[in-house]
T-cell receptor
Framework: GAGVSQSPSNKVTEKGKDVELRCDPISGHTALYWYRQSLGQGLEFLIYFQGNSAPDKSGLPSDRFSAERTGGSVSTLTIQRTQQEDSAVYLC???????????FGEGSRLTVL | AQKVTQAQTEISVVEKEDVTLDCVYE???????LFWYKQPPSGELVFLIR??????QNEISGRYSWNFQKSTSSFNFTITASQVVDSAVYFC?????????????????FGTGTRLTIIP
């Protein structure tokens, strides 16, 4: 498709399990971001990838969170040993266009029971 | 540290009324960008506008207008003659502008959003 694709759209998991969230950005967008949106909160920056540069991981809340981007395209956000406070919508965005705007996916809603 | 405050958690107006969404920001940077995004029920954030701190000229795009006032650190958003399709959560955001290019890391700091409901 033409937009940013994220999967799964919904994920329910038990506390302590690992989850993987996938982002397929728009072709040609070299910059990719992960944000987290908790209920009633704004968006919280997690991690940023730009080309072959080292990612900016400054927003990852703990070492249970990691992300990778393969081949400069698809990205996977992994949360190990999930906790209930990890429940949120995880949004992926790519950057492109003359305005430098971020193009967001519809997000992956994670619920940790 | 950067901070964006959207004091209005929820607003409801009757269709065709005008409505203004407030945004106040804090930053130590002398150059920065301000943004507004719309998040409809589908969940996908839609970019509305990006302004840099050097440009305080107000902008109008159809029924949308933005009032940037550096003196009060505000970047308010007005919808004129509101429509039901305007119902959404609107986010104001701020980023550094030290890397002013499409390849810069625009790590956005978002406000908590304002949920706007337009009543038919």
């Amino acid at each position: 498709g033409a937009g940013v694709s994220q999967s799964p759209s919904n994920k329910v998991t038990e506390k302590g399990k690992d989850v993987e969230l996938r982002c397929d950005p728009i072709s040609g967008h070299t910059a990719l971001y992960w944000y987290r949106q908790s209920l009633g909160q704004g968006l919280e920056f997690l991690i940023y990838f730009q080309g072959n540069s080292a990612p900016d991981k400054s927003g990852l809340p703990s070492d249970r969170f990691s992300a990778e981007r393969t081949g400069g395209s698809v990205s996977t956000l992994t949360i190990q040993r999930t906790q209930q406070e990890d429940s949120a919508v995880y949004l992926c965005a790519g950057k492109g266009g003359g305005t430098g705007e971020l193009f967001f996916g519809e997000g992956s809603r994670l619920t940790v029971l | 540290a950067q901070k964006v405050t959207q004091a209005q958690t929820e607003i409801s107006v009757v269709e065709k009324e005008d409505v203004t969404l407030d945004c106040v920001y804090e930053t130590r940077d002398t150059t920065y960008y301000l943004f507004w995004y719309k998040q409809p029920p589908s969940g996908e954030l839609v970019f509305l506008i990006r302004r840099n701190s050097f440009d305080e000229q107000n902008e109008i795009s159809g029924r949308y207008s933005w009032n940037f006032q550096k003196s009060t650190s505000s970047f308010n958003f007005t919808i004129t003659a509101s429509q039901v399709v305007d119902s959404a959560v609107y986010f104001c955001a701020l980023s550094e502008a030290r890397l002013i290019s499409n390849f810069g890391n625009e790590k956005l700091t978002f406000g908590t959003g304002t949920r706007l409901t337009i009543i038919p």
